[in-house]
Protein backbone atom coordinates (compact mmCIF):
# COMPACT_ATOMS: atom_id res chain seq x y z
CA UNK A 1 0.00 0.00 0.00
CA UNK A 2 1.11 3.13 -0.93
CA UNK A 3 2.18 5.26 2.50
CA UNK A 4 1.99 9.20 2.38
CA UNK A 5 5.58 11.37 3.95
CA UNK A 6 4.18 14.66 4.97
CA UNK A 7 6.20 18.11 5.88
CA UNK A 8 8.51 17.35 3.34
CA UNK A 9 10.82 20.35 2.03
CA UNK A 10 11.13 21.29 -1.19
CA UNK A 11 14.95 21.37 -2.70
CA UNK A 12 13.92 23.66 -5.54
CA UNK A 13 14.24 27.36 -4.72
CA UNK A 14 15.47 29.04 -1.84
CA UNK A 15 11.41 29.42 -0.44
CA UNK A 16 12.10 25.84 0.71
CA UNK A 17 8.63 25.28 1.25
CA UNK A 18 8.57 22.50 3.93
CA UNK A 19 4.37 21.58 4.06
CA UNK A 20 5.26 19.19 1.19
CA UNK A 21 3.41 15.89 0.83
CA UNK A 22 4.37 12.74 -1.05
CA UNK A 23 2.76 9.90 -1.92
CA UNK A 24 5.45 6.54 -2.45
CA UNK A 25 5.23 3.17 -2.75
CA UNK A 26 4.94 0.59 -0.49
CA UNK A 27 9.23 -0.56 -1.02
CA UNK A 28 9.86 3.33 -0.90
CA UNK A 29 11.67 3.14 -4.23
CA UNK A 30 8.93 4.92 -6.50
CA UNK A 31 7.33 8.82 -5.89
CA UNK A 32 3.48 8.70 -7.08
CA UNK A 33 2.38 12.05 -6.43
CA UNK A 34 3.51 15.40 -5.06
CA UNK A 35 1.29 17.18 -3.02
CA UNK A 36 1.59 21.40 -1.92
CA UNK A 37 4.52 22.00 -4.38
CA UNK A 38 4.02 24.18 -7.04
CA UNK A 39 4.83 23.11 -11.11
CA UNK A 40 8.54 23.52 -10.74
CA UNK A 41 8.94 21.73 -7.26
CA UNK A 42 6.84 18.67 -8.33
CA UNK A 43 8.85 18.30 -11.26
CA UNK A 44 12.34 18.15 -9.27
CA UNK A 45 10.75 15.56 -7.19
CA UNK A 46 9.10 13.71 -10.44
CA UNK A 47 12.14 13.87 -12.71
CA UNK A 48 14.36 12.10 -9.71
CA UNK A 49 12.09 9.12 -11.23
CA UNK A 50 13.47 9.71 -15.43
CA UNK A 51 13.75 6.16 -16.47
CA UNK A 52 16.91 7.27 -18.88
CA UNK A 53 18.14 8.78 -15.78
CA UNK A 54 22.35 8.25 -15.83
CA UNK A 55 23.38 5.56 -12.77
CA UNK A 56 27.05 5.04 -13.45
CA UNK A 57 30.25 7.37 -13.78
CA UNK A 58 30.88 8.70 -17.62
CA UNK A 59 33.69 9.90 -18.92
CA UNK A 60 34.91 11.49 -22.10
CA UNK A 61 38.69 9.70 -24.41
CA UNK A 62 40.70 11.93 -26.34
CA UNK A 63 38.13 11.38 -29.42
CA UNK A 64 35.11 12.76 -27.13
CA UNK A 65 33.64 9.47 -27.08
CA UNK A 66 31.57 8.74 -23.62
CA UNK A 67 32.77 5.83 -21.62
CA UNK A 68 31.27 3.95 -18.84
CA UNK A 69 33.74 4.14 -15.65
CA UNK A 70 33.36 2.35 -12.08
CA UNK A 71 32.67 4.65 -8.99
CA UNK A 72 36.69 3.75 -7.83
CA UNK A 73 38.28 4.92 -11.15
CA UNK A 74 35.75 8.45 -10.92
CA UNK A 75 37.34 8.85 -7.39
CA UNK A 76 40.90 8.26 -8.29
CA UNK A 77 40.15 10.69 -11.70
CA UNK A 78 38.98 13.12 -9.48
CA UNK A 79 41.41 13.15 -6.62
CA UNK A 80 44.21 13.12 -8.78
CA UNK A 81 43.13 15.73 -11.57
CA UNK A 82 42.27 18.14 -8.10
CA UNK A 83 45.96 17.53 -6.35
CA UNK A 84 47.57 17.61 -9.53
CA UNK A 85 46.43 20.88 -10.60
CA UNK A 86 48.31 24.47 -9.32
CA UNK A 87 44.84 26.10 -8.91
CA UNK A 88 41.32 24.00 -9.33
CA UNK A 89 38.01 25.95 -9.22
CA UNK A 90 35.76 23.94 -7.22
CA UNK A 91 32.15 25.52 -8.58
CA UNK A 92 28.49 25.33 -7.57
CA UNK A 93 27.40 23.96 -3.95
CA UNK A 94 24.53 26.32 -3.81
CA UNK A 95 21.85 22.73 -4.60
CA UNK A 96 23.60 20.31 -2.29
CA UNK A 97 23.27 20.02 1.38
CA UNK A 98 25.48 22.18 4.11
CA UNK A 99 27.27 18.51 4.76
CA UNK A 100 28.63 17.97 1.37
CA UNK A 101 29.45 21.95 1.20
CA UNK A 102 31.58 21.27 3.66
CA UNK A 103 33.37 18.24 2.91
CA UNK A 104 34.40 20.34 -0.59
CA UNK A 105 35.80 22.70 1.23
CA UNK A 106 37.86 20.66 3.39
CA UNK A 107 39.31 19.10 -0.41
CA UNK A 108 39.95 22.57 -1.47
CA UNK A 109 42.04 23.63 1.56
CA UNK A 110 43.75 20.51 1.04
CA UNK A 111 44.89 21.08 -3.01
CA UNK A 112 45.13 24.79 -2.85
CA UNK A 113 42.04 25.26 -4.97
CA UNK A 114 38.99 28.07 -4.98
CA UNK A 115 35.68 27.93 -3.92
CA UNK A 116 32.75 29.78 -5.44
CA UNK A 117 29.08 29.49 -5.57
CA UNK A 118 26.46 30.70 -7.43
CA UNK A 119 26.30 33.75 -6.15
CA UNK A 120 29.17 34.84 -7.99
CA UNK A 121 26.49 35.63 -10.85
CA UNK A 122 23.45 36.45 -8.63
CA UNK A 123 23.45 37.85 -4.99
CA UNK A 124 27.28 38.22 -5.28
CA UNK A 125 26.89 42.16 -5.07
CA UNK A 126 24.35 41.73 -2.18
CA UNK A 127 26.98 39.57 -0.12
CA UNK A 128 29.45 42.40 -0.49
CA UNK A 129 26.62 45.40 0.03
CA UNK A 130 26.05 43.77 3.57
CA UNK A 131 29.48 43.51 4.57
CA UNK A 132 29.48 47.23 3.38
CA UNK A 133 26.54 48.90 5.28
CA UNK A 134 25.00 45.85 7.01
CA UNK A 135 21.53 44.72 6.74
CA UNK A 136 18.17 45.17 8.70
CA UNK A 137 16.45 42.25 7.81
CA UNK A 138 13.62 39.41 9.26
CA UNK A 139 12.48 36.20 8.61
CA UNK A 140 9.77 35.31 6.34
CA UNK A 141 7.68 34.16 9.13
CA UNK A 142 8.03 37.83 10.16
CA UNK A 143 6.65 38.75 6.75
CA UNK A 144 3.48 36.73 7.20
CA UNK A 145 2.02 37.71 10.61
CA UNK A 146 3.89 41.37 10.19
CA UNK A 147 3.91 42.79 6.71
CA UNK A 148 1.80 45.07 5.42
CA UNK A 149 3.58 46.99 2.45
CA UNK A 150 5.40 44.73 0.26
CA UNK A 151 7.91 45.89 -2.55
CA UNK A 152 9.19 43.53 -5.04
CA UNK A 153 12.55 45.25 -6.94
CA UNK A 154 13.65 43.18 -10.03
CA UNK A 155 12.61 39.90 -9.45
CA UNK A 156 9.46 38.24 -10.46
CA UNK A 157 8.04 35.61 -7.71
CA UNK A 158 5.30 34.66 -9.84
CA UNK A 159 8.11 32.82 -12.52
CA UNK A 160 11.03 32.23 -9.97
CA UNK A 161 9.47 31.64 -6.49
CA UNK A 162 5.98 30.63 -7.20
CA UNK A 163 4.52 29.77 -3.34
CA UNK A 164 6.31 32.90 -2.10
CA UNK A 165 3.70 35.09 -2.11
CA UNK A 166 1.16 32.58 -0.99
CA UNK A 167 2.92 31.19 1.55
CA UNK A 168 4.70 34.65 2.90
CA UNK A 169 4.40 37.40 1.34
CA UNK A 170 0.83 38.91 0.03
CA UNK A 171 -1.98 36.37 0.30
CA UNK A 172 -1.55 34.47 3.61
CA UNK A 173 -3.56 35.59 6.90
CA UNK A 174 -1.20 35.93 9.59
CA UNK A 175 -0.83 37.05 13.49
CA UNK A 176 -1.10 40.63 12.78
CA UNK A 177 -2.02 40.40 9.22
CA UNK A 178 -5.75 38.53 9.51
CA UNK A 179 -7.16 39.81 6.58
CA UNK A 180 -4.74 38.39 4.24
CA UNK A 181 -3.67 40.46 0.67
CA UNK A 182 -6.52 42.57 1.02
CA UNK A 183 -4.82 44.52 4.12
CA UNK A 184 -1.14 44.33 1.96
CA UNK A 185 0.03 47.14 -0.60
CA UNK A 186 2.01 45.50 -3.26
CA UNK A 187 4.66 47.92 -5.37
CA UNK A 188 6.41 46.09 -8.05
CA UNK A 189 9.59 47.64 -9.59
CA UNK A 190 10.50 46.21 -13.09
CA UNK A 191 11.38 47.54 -16.43
CA UNK A 192 8.75 44.59 -17.56
CA UNK A 193 5.22 43.77 -17.19
CA UNK A 194 6.14 40.97 -15.45
CA UNK A 195 2.98 38.48 -14.07
CA UNK A 196 4.32 39.60 -10.61
CA UNK A 197 3.93 43.33 -11.69
CA UNK A 198 0.19 42.58 -13.18
CA UNK A 199 -0.89 41.78 -9.56
CA UNK A 200 0.64 44.98 -8.47
CA UNK A 201 -1.51 48.04 -6.44
CA UNK A 202 1.60 50.15 -7.88
CA UNK A 203 4.30 49.01 -10.39
CA UNK A 204 6.74 51.35 -11.16
CA UNK A 205 8.01 50.02 -14.76
CA UNK A 206 11.60 51.96 -14.34
CA UNK A 207 14.09 52.71 -17.32
CA UNK A 208 16.14 49.69 -17.40
CA UNK A 209 19.09 49.83 -15.31
CA UNK A 210 18.40 53.38 -13.21
CA UNK A 211 17.22 51.62 -10.29
CA UNK A 212 20.10 53.58 -8.34
CA UNK A 213 18.77 56.71 -9.12
CA UNK A 214 14.69 55.40 -8.03
CA UNK A 215 16.42 54.50 -4.81
CA UNK A 216 17.82 58.16 -4.63
CA UNK A 217 14.47 59.10 -5.32
CA UNK A 218 12.39 57.19 -2.84
CA UNK A 219 14.58 58.25 -0.35
CA UNK A 220 14.45 61.67 -1.06
CA UNK A 221 10.66 61.92 -1.55
CA UNK A 222 10.74 59.86 2.19
CA UNK A 223 11.82 63.08 3.64
CA UNK A 224 9.54 65.13 1.74
CA UNK A 225 11.96 66.79 -0.32
CA UNK A 226 11.42 68.09 -3.67
CA UNK A 227 12.06 66.24 -7.03
CA UNK A 228 12.53 66.65 -10.38
CA UNK A 229 9.80 66.30 -12.71
CA UNK A 230 10.42 62.64 -13.47
CA UNK A 231 13.61 59.86 -12.30
CA UNK A 232 14.16 57.18 -14.53
CA UNK A 233 10.86 57.73 -16.60
CA UNK A 234 9.29 57.50 -13.06
CA UNK A 235 6.49 60.73 -13.21
CA UNK A 236 7.08 62.41 -9.26
CA UNK A 237 3.63 62.16 -8.39
CA UNK A 238 3.83 58.35 -8.38
CA UNK A 239 7.62 58.33 -6.65
CA UNK A 240 5.79 60.41 -3.71
CA UNK A 241 2.27 57.98 -3.62
CA UNK A 242 5.29 55.06 -3.10
CA UNK A 243 6.64 56.36 -0.29
CA UNK A 244 3.78 57.83 1.30
CA UNK A 245 2.53 53.93 1.12
CA UNK A 246 4.96 52.62 2.43
CA UNK A 247 5.63 55.40 5.20
CA UNK A 248 2.11 54.80 5.81
CA UNK A 249 2.06 50.77 6.72
CA UNK A 250 2.99 48.77 9.99
CA UNK A 251 5.99 46.74 8.40
CA UNK A 252 7.34 47.36 5.14
CA UNK A 253 9.26 44.41 3.43
CA UNK A 254 11.72 45.46 0.27
CA UNK A 255 12.54 42.14 -1.56
CA UNK A 256 15.07 42.29 -4.24
CA UNK A 257 16.43 40.11 -6.83
CA UNK A 258 18.79 39.98 -10.28
CA UNK A 259 17.17 42.65 -11.99
CA UNK A 260 18.39 45.18 -9.71
CA UNK A 261 21.99 43.17 -8.03
CA UNK A 262 22.92 42.58 -11.92
CA UNK A 263 21.61 46.01 -13.34
CA UNK A 264 24.09 48.88 -14.06
CA UNK A 265 25.91 50.02 -10.43
CA UNK A 266 25.34 46.53 -8.97
CA UNK A 267 26.05 46.34 -5.29
CA UNK A 268 25.64 50.11 -5.17
CA UNK A 269 22.08 49.77 -5.80
CA UNK A 270 21.58 47.17 -2.68
CA UNK A 271 23.96 49.86 -0.68
CA UNK A 272 20.80 52.35 -0.99
CA UNK A 273 18.18 49.71 -1.18
CA UNK A 274 19.57 49.18 1.91
CA UNK A 275 19.85 52.53 3.12
CA UNK A 276 16.15 53.47 2.22
CA UNK A 277 14.70 50.48 4.51
CA UNK A 278 17.15 52.33 6.83
CA UNK A 279 15.45 55.87 6.74
CA UNK A 280 12.25 53.97 6.75
CA UNK A 281 12.90 52.71 9.95
CA UNK A 282 12.52 56.66 10.97
CA UNK A 283 8.71 55.87 10.25
CA UNK A 284 7.87 52.65 10.55
CA UNK A 285 9.35 49.48 10.48
CA UNK A 286 11.02 48.37 7.63
CA UNK A 287 13.52 45.04 6.45
CA UNK A 288 14.81 44.24 3.28
CA UNK A 289 15.67 40.45 1.69
CA UNK A 290 17.15 39.09 -1.27
CA UNK A 291 15.36 36.47 -3.50
CA UNK A 292 18.19 33.78 -3.10
CA UNK A 293 17.58 31.34 -6.55
CA UNK A 294 19.04 28.26 -5.75
CA UNK A 295 17.29 25.93 -2.69
CA UNK A 296 20.61 26.13 -0.79
CA UNK A 297 22.75 28.84 -2.02
CA UNK A 298 22.11 30.72 1.38
CA UNK A 299 23.77 27.68 3.17
CA UNK A 300 26.56 27.64 0.81
CA UNK A 301 27.73 31.09 1.75
CA UNK A 302 26.75 30.48 5.23
CA UNK A 303 29.48 27.36 5.49
CA UNK A 304 31.79 29.29 3.87
CA UNK A 305 31.56 32.11 6.07
CA UNK A 306 32.04 29.80 9.17
CA UNK A 307 35.10 27.85 7.66
CA UNK A 308 36.40 30.69 5.90
CA UNK A 309 35.18 34.10 6.74
CA UNK A 310 34.14 35.00 3.63
CA UNK A 311 30.45 33.82 1.64
CA UNK A 312 31.64 33.34 -1.86
CA UNK A 313 35.12 33.08 -4.07
CA UNK A 314 37.16 31.76 -1.46
CA UNK A 315 40.51 31.31 -3.11
CA UNK A 316 43.12 29.12 -0.62
CA UNK A 317 45.83 28.63 -3.28
CA UNK A 318 48.13 30.44 -1.00
CA UNK A 319 47.41 28.48 2.11
CA UNK A 320 44.85 30.92 3.77
CA UNK A 321 41.60 32.13 2.74
CA UNK A 322 41.70 35.27 0.40
CA UNK A 323 38.33 37.38 -1.05
CA UNK A 324 38.41 39.41 -3.94
CA UNK A 325 35.14 39.83 -6.03
CA UNK A 326 36.49 40.65 -9.37
CA UNK A 327 39.59 38.96 -9.31
CA UNK A 328 38.81 35.17 -7.16
CA UNK A 329 35.28 35.05 -9.02
CA UNK A 330 34.97 31.90 -11.67
CA UNK A 331 34.38 33.82 -14.98
CA UNK A 332 37.25 36.30 -14.30
CA UNK A 333 39.58 33.18 -13.34
CA UNK A 334 38.36 31.62 -16.08
CA UNK A 335 38.82 34.44 -18.22
CA UNK A 336 42.19 34.89 -17.58
CA UNK A 337 43.39 31.20 -17.70
CA UNK A 338 44.30 31.25 -13.97
CA UNK A 339 42.58 27.92 -13.24
CA UNK A 340 43.76 24.62 -14.28
CA UNK A 341 41.36 22.36 -13.24
CA UNK A 342 37.31 22.45 -13.13
CA UNK A 343 35.16 21.12 -10.21
CA UNK A 344 31.69 21.26 -10.63
CA UNK A 345 28.93 20.19 -7.79
CA UNK A 346 25.06 21.79 -7.13
CA UNK A 347 25.70 23.93 -10.50
CA UNK A 348 25.15 24.61 -13.93
CA UNK A 349 27.55 26.85 -15.28
CA UNK A 350 27.83 25.44 -18.65
CA UNK A 351 23.76 27.25 -18.98
CA UNK A 352 24.76 30.07 -17.05
CA UNK A 353 28.15 31.40 -17.26
CA UNK A 354 29.35 33.44 -20.68
CA UNK A 355 30.29 30.62 -23.55
CA UNK A 356 34.09 32.54 -23.38
CA UNK A 357 33.75 30.62 -19.76
CA UNK A 358 32.15 27.11 -20.67
CA UNK A 359 34.78 27.19 -23.56
CA UNK A 360 37.21 27.28 -20.88
CA UNK A 361 35.38 24.38 -18.88
CA UNK A 362 35.65 22.70 -22.03
CA UNK A 363 39.69 22.63 -22.23
CA UNK A 364 40.49 21.67 -18.83
CA UNK A 365 40.51 18.77 -16.75
CA UNK A 366 36.89 18.95 -15.70
CA UNK A 367 34.52 16.83 -13.29
CA UNK A 368 30.73 17.65 -12.71
CA UNK A 369 29.03 16.07 -9.99
CA UNK A 370 25.25 15.86 -11.25
CA UNK A 371 21.98 13.84 -11.09
CA UNK A 372 21.32 15.66 -14.13
CA UNK A 373 22.10 15.56 -17.84
CA UNK A 374 23.08 19.49 -18.53
CA UNK A 375 25.48 21.43 -20.63
CA UNK A 376 27.76 21.52 -17.94
CA UNK A 377 28.02 17.39 -17.94
CA UNK A 378 28.45 17.61 -21.87
CA UNK A 379 31.58 19.55 -21.80
CA UNK A 380 33.14 18.12 -18.56
CA UNK A 381 35.50 15.27 -19.16
CA UNK A 382 34.00 13.37 -16.08
CA UNK A 383 29.96 13.16 -14.84
CA UNK A 384 29.49 11.60 -11.88
CA UNK A 385 25.89 10.92 -11.24
CA UNK A 386 24.64 11.11 -7.55
CA UNK A 387 21.74 10.85 -5.51
CA UNK A 388 19.17 13.64 -5.07
CA UNK A 389 19.68 16.03 -2.29
CA UNK A 390 15.89 16.74 -0.82
CA UNK A 391 14.57 13.64 -2.52
CA UNK A 392 17.17 10.70 -1.84
CA UNK A 393 18.71 12.54 0.80
CA UNK A 394 18.26 14.45 3.55
CA UNK A 395 20.47 17.17 4.51
CA UNK A 396 20.60 20.85 5.79
CA UNK A 397 19.42 23.74 3.62
CA UNK A 398 19.28 27.35 4.81
CA UNK A 399 16.15 29.77 3.45
CA UNK A 400 16.64 32.79 1.77
CA UNK A 401 15.97 34.32 5.19
CA UNK A 402 18.87 32.25 6.61
CA UNK A 403 16.48 29.79 8.60
CA UNK A 404 18.07 26.88 8.35
CA UNK A 405 15.69 23.82 7.78
CA UNK A 406 16.32 19.86 7.52
CA UNK A 407 15.55 18.74 4.59
CA UNK A 408 14.29 15.13 4.28
CA UNK A 409 14.70 11.76 2.42
CA UNK A 410 11.63 10.37 0.95
CA UNK A 411 13.05 7.64 -1.31
CA UNK A 412 15.93 5.67 -2.21
CA UNK A 413 18.16 6.49 -4.47
CA UNK A 414 19.38 3.64 -7.19
CA UNK A 415 21.34 0.90 -5.89
CA UNK A 416 24.63 1.69 -5.89
CA UNK A 417 24.13 5.49 -6.34
CA UNK A 418 26.27 7.50 -3.63
CA UNK A 419 25.55 10.82 -2.65
CA UNK A 420 27.06 14.30 -3.18
CA UNK A 421 29.00 13.83 0.48
CA UNK A 422 29.72 9.92 0.39
CA UNK A 423 31.39 10.87 -2.80
CA UNK A 424 33.72 13.99 -1.45
CA UNK A 425 33.91 11.75 1.47
CA UNK A 426 35.91 8.83 -0.73
CA UNK A 427 37.65 11.97 -2.92
CA UNK A 428 38.55 13.73 0.36
CA UNK A 429 40.11 10.50 1.81
CA UNK A 430 41.99 9.54 -1.53
CA UNK A 431 43.67 13.63 -1.84
CA UNK A 432 45.15 12.60 1.93
CA UNK A 433 46.72 9.85 0.93
CA UNK A 434 48.25 11.10 -2.55
CA UNK A 435 48.77 14.11 -0.01
CA UNK A 436 50.22 12.18 2.14
CA UNK A 437 47.56 13.65 5.56
CA UNK A 438 47.32 11.69 8.31
S1 LIG B 1 8.09 27.88 -4.36
FE1 LIG B 1 10.14 27.05 -4.55
S2 LIG B 1 10.47 25.82 -2.71
FE2 LIG B 1 8.23 26.21 -2.89
S3 LIG B 1 7.44 24.41 -3.99
FE3 LIG B 1 7.90 25.97 -5.56
S4 LIG B 1 10.02 25.55 -6.21
FE4 LIG B 1 9.65 24.44 -4.31
Redesign the pocket.
Known sequence: MAKIISDV?????????DD?EVKVSDDGKEILEVY???????E?FLHSQAKDRLTVPMKQDEEGNWNEVSVDDAVEYTAQMLCNAKKPLMYGWSSTNCEAQSKGHEIAELVGGVVDNTATVCHGTTLIAVQDVGVPSCTLGEVKNRADRIVFWGCNPAHA????MS?YSIFPRGFFTGKGHKARKMVVVDPRSTDTAKMADLHMQIEQGRDYELLSALRVAIRGNPLPETVAGIPRETIQDVAETLKSGRFVVIFFGMGVTQSLSKNHNIDIAIALTRDLNDYTKAAIMPMRGH?NVTGSGQVLGWQFGYPFCVDLSRGFARYNPGDSTSNDLLRRGEVDAVFVLGSDPGAHFPISSVKKIAQLPSVCVEPHYTPTTAVCKLHMPVAFVGVEEGGCAYRMDNVPIETRKVVEPPEGMLSDEEFLERVLERVKEIKGVA
Not at 9 to 17: M, Q
Not at 36 to 42: D, E, F, K, S, Y
Open positions: VCPFCGTLCLNACVIGTKHPRHRY
